[in-house]
C-alpha cells in the first residue's frame, strides 16, 4: 500500500469514526437533511433562499425541496415566494430556531470532546490539510452533490 492511499484510508477511517461519534452523541431525531437545513439557516440568521441553500448544503433542488417541505410540516421552517423564478426563501420557526440552537451547542460539545487531545497548532494544521485536500478533490471534479441510487443497486459507485 503506497503511502498516499494508506493516508487516504485512514482519513476515511476517522471521518466514519467520528460520524459515529456524532451520531451516537449528538442532537437525536432529526430526519435526513432537517439537522442541516436548520444548522445552515442559524448560521445565516434564520433565513436564506433555495438557490444558497442548494449551493451551501450541495443538495440538488428535489432534494433540498423535499427536506423543506418535511420540515414544514415539523413546524421547523417557513416557505415563502420570492420575485426570482424557481426561487422560495426558507425562514426559521421560533421552533426551528430553539432546535437549532440545542443542535449547534450539541454539535460544539461532541468536537470539543473529540478534539480535546489537540493543541491549536495541530487543529490550525488539521484545517489546512483537510482544506487542501478538499480543494484536490473538487479539482479532480468532485462537487459533493448527492447523487440518487436506484432501488436495489449494488454496484461500488452506489455504495
Known sequence: MSKQTKALAQLKKSS???????????PKS??????????????????????????????DRAELKAVVKK???NGYVEMSDVEQPRTYKVTLTQLG????????????????????DFSDEEIEQLNA????????????????????VKAGCKCKCCD
Open 16 to 26: 466514519k469514526l467520528v460520524n459515529r461519534a456524532f451520531h451516537k452523541n449528538g
Open 30 to 59: 432529526y430526519k435526513r437533511g432537517q439537522g442541516a437545513l436548520l444548522k445552515v439557516l442559524h448560521k445565516h440568521e434564520g433565513a436564506m433562499t433555495s438557490r444558497e441553500l442548494v449551493d451551501v448544503l450541495s443538495f
Open 71 to 73: 420540515a414544514v410540516r
Open 97 to 116: 430556531e430553539e432546535i437549532a440552537e440545542k443542535r449547534c451547542a450539541k454539535h460544539a460539545e461532541v468536537a470539543g470532546n473529540l478534539l480535546a
Open 129 to 148: 490539510l483537510t482544506e487542501k485536500l478538499i480543494l484536490a478533490a473538487k479539482a479532480q471534479g468532485a462537487h459533493g452533490k448527492r447523487r440518487s
